[in-house]
């Protein structure tokens, strides 16, 4: 699989018209997040309705044309300034610059929390804005390619790229669509960043440790499962390489570890472990490439091996990416779980597939001065390529909100046009078909066992068929899976998973998790980028995800008890949604527990409309 442009292509130059952007972009998701979460309480103007203002001594901050989405989400606005009681009026284009403002407002300055969450603005900043001078290069490399071909699609492009999507996947990494630090990669320097992040399409040169058998625990789907004979197969040439530079091999495992880990964190956390030799360093190479997350890798090559989930001890977006010991257990414990369940509902296989964790290994090291086993694991997830049929493709949902620098329209348009979507109801059959297909995997998992996935938009992937029609879905990822115990034990499964903060005691803590992951972020975005083409509007397209919503739950109801519907109606369809606090969680330093803060509710607008 080779990158577009190839990695001998010197880093960009990062010119004024990428600060720039890169400061728009930054300045519109802190705006996004302080006025989501409550945290900056501007007021409406009453001369001019898109205007807000917050007074203060000696001034006032305004938000000029500011237009807010169904979820209370600002979605575009003129501009952000400072105007003084007396003299002209300070535009405000950077976040760095705002936030200091706006902290002075609010007798914040000082504050350590908000001194750490500009530490990761400013590094988020430099690091969008390299991603802006790579993407236009990138761009302009992909018209040059699709015209030379013919190909007048995005999907026609990444077929030829192969690798599952991951191309595809690499060129959407533009950023999480709420996060004020969704560039913020702590720990890294610029050219480390440009060596590991998705958005570049490196090949990352995973190293191959030794454990020793004594420090070694290893976890599978399938019980009694030979971890170096199933290593060797997936992994034959690293495998061989390896052996070849340890003594004693019969003794010791192979652990594939991030090229950042090895260079900044292995050796002096395990340092007595390497002088013992109970851990030993080799020359054997991988190579792999990024998908969405820096630590979760693919094969560069040609192939199917398993993807490779690994921790990095910096931090992106909000905290350290390491790898728990819970988290290894649990997710090989939970895709055996899932894979049962499928095999006894085939309504929910037909819509949902998932790269199964297959097999993981962390060290045991932890005692009660010590909690270093997280900083070196590793999770094999099976390859998405196994899961698709001859004319299928997998788009990262992410994939589909993006731009497309062919036709300059969202990626899910092009994708309904490629499907000769051409009439609003046309559109509207497709978007069902989407959603419905959604609902059948993720919202049946939930309703039915308490399995609410984390299915936002890196961690789905739509499978879109020839015709452009959506098939289904491949679920990737279950460590942000919020799983309610009592429910799963009730439907036959009391399973023993370890203690972690996914498993919860309260229905409501998982509902949180479909609320955000699946009707926020995935659904929600979807509506956004649908309104005006092909004659589509926001509130008609809530109006149909509030029609197959209430079918998924009367069948819930016929399964589980009208009590159990109702519950389920009420929090869905009248409540406010619990909307996920970035900001907030940042000034309580903790990244393990959602911290929500409540945000409109569109059905319950639906509702409102019908009774109107």
């Known amino acids: 699989m080779n990158a577009i442009l190839p990695k001998t292509t010197a880093r960009p130059e ?7 952007d890169a400061a728009r972009n930054g300045l519109f998701r ?3 997040s302080l006025l989501r979460e409550g945290l900056l309480p501007l007021e409406r103007a009453t001369e001019v309705p898109e205007d807000y203002r917050l007074a203060a001594p000696g001034g006032r901050l305004e938000l000029r044309a500011a237009r807010f989405n169904r979820l209370g989400a600002l979605s575009d606005f003129a501009a952000l300034l400072w105007q003084p009681d007396a003299g002209p009026a300070e535009p405000l284009d950077d976040p760095l610059t705002a936030l200091q403002r706006i902290l002075a407002l609010r007798g914040d300055g000082d504050n350590p929390a908000w001194r750490r969450i500009a530490e990761e603005l400013d590094n988020g900043l430099r690091n969008e804005a390299l991603t802006l001078a790579w993407r236009r290069e990138q761009d302009r490399e992909i018209r040059r390619r699709c015209r030379r071909e013919g190909l007048d699609d995005l999907l026609t492009w990444a077929r030829r790229e192969g690798g599952a999507g991951i191309r595809l996947e690499q060129w959407a990494a533009v950023g999480h669509p709420y996060h004020p630090g969704s560039k913020t990669k702590l720990g890294l320097s610029e050219e480390e960043v440009w060596r590991y992040a998705p958005e570049f399409a490196p090949r990352v040169p995973l190293a191959l440790v030794a454990v020793h058998r004594s420090l070694a625990r290893t976890h599978a789907m399938i019980d009694g499962l030979d971890y170096r004979r199933w290593f060797a197969g997936h992994y034959p040439d690293w495998y061989e390489a390896w052996q070849a530079q340890v003594p004693n091999d019969a003794d010791y495992l ?21 002088a013992e030799g109970r851990l030993r360093l080799t020359d054997a190479r991988f190579a792999a490439t990024p998908t969405l997350s820096c630590r979760t890798l693919a094969p560069a090559e ?23 010991r819970s988290s290894v257990v649990n997710a090989t414990r939970l895709s055996a779980l899932l894979q049962d369940i499928l095999g006894q509902r085939p309504d929910i296989a037909a819509a949902l597939r998932c790269q199964w964790d297959e097999a993981g290994l962390h060290l045991d090291v932890d005692d009660a001065t010590r909690d270093d086993a997280r900083y070196l694991a590793v999770l094999f997830r099976r390859h998405p390529g196994r899961l698709l049929a001859a004319r299928e493709q997998a788009v990262v949902v992410a994939a589909l909100f993006v731009t497309s620098p062919l036709s300059g329209l969202p990626l899910v348009v092009e994708v309904m046009r490629r499907a000769g979507i051409s009439s609003t109801d046309q559109a509207r059959d497709w978007f069902r078909c989407y959603c419905d297909r959604l609902f059948d995997g993720v919202l049946s998992l939930y309703l039915d066992y308490g399995i609410a996935l984390e299915a936002h938009q890196q ?22 899976v919020s799983l309610h115990c009592p429910t799963l034990a009730s439907r036959g499964w009391p399973i023993d998973f370890a203690p972690a903060d996914t498993l919860v005691a309260h229905r409501d803590v998982a509902r949180v998790t479909v609320s955000h992951a699946v009707m926020q972020s995935h659904v929600g975005e979807l509506i956004e980028r649908l309104d005006g083409h092909f004659g589509l509007s926001v509130a008609a397209l809530w109006r149909d995800v509030a029609g197959l919503l209430e079918r998924h739950l009367e069948r819930f109801g016929e399964r589980q008890g009208e009590a159990a519907r109702r519950a389920e109606h009420r929090a869905f369809f009248a409540a406010p949604w619990p909307g996920t606090a970035f900001i907030r969680m940042r000034l309580q330093d903790q990244s393990t ?3 929500c803060h409540p945000i409109p509710n569109p059905l319950n607008e639906v509702l409102a409309s019908r009774h109107a």
């Open 14 to 20: 990062v010119g004024a018209t990428e600060q720039r």
């Open 30 to 32: 802190l705006l996004r």
């Open 254 to 274: 192979p652990l594939p570890v991030h090229p950042w880990q090895l260079e900044h964190d292995l050796p002096q956390r395990f340092a007595a472990e390497l």
């Open 302 to 324: 040609e192939g199917l091996a398993p993807y490779i989930k690994l921790p990095v001890a910096a931090q992106m977006t909000s905290s350290l990416r390491n790898l728990s």
């Open 459 to 480: 961690n789905l992937m739509a499978v879109i068929d020839e015709g452009g029609q959506p098939r289904g879905f491949i679920n990737r990822d279950v460590g942000g």
């Open 593 to 595: 527990q959602a911290v």
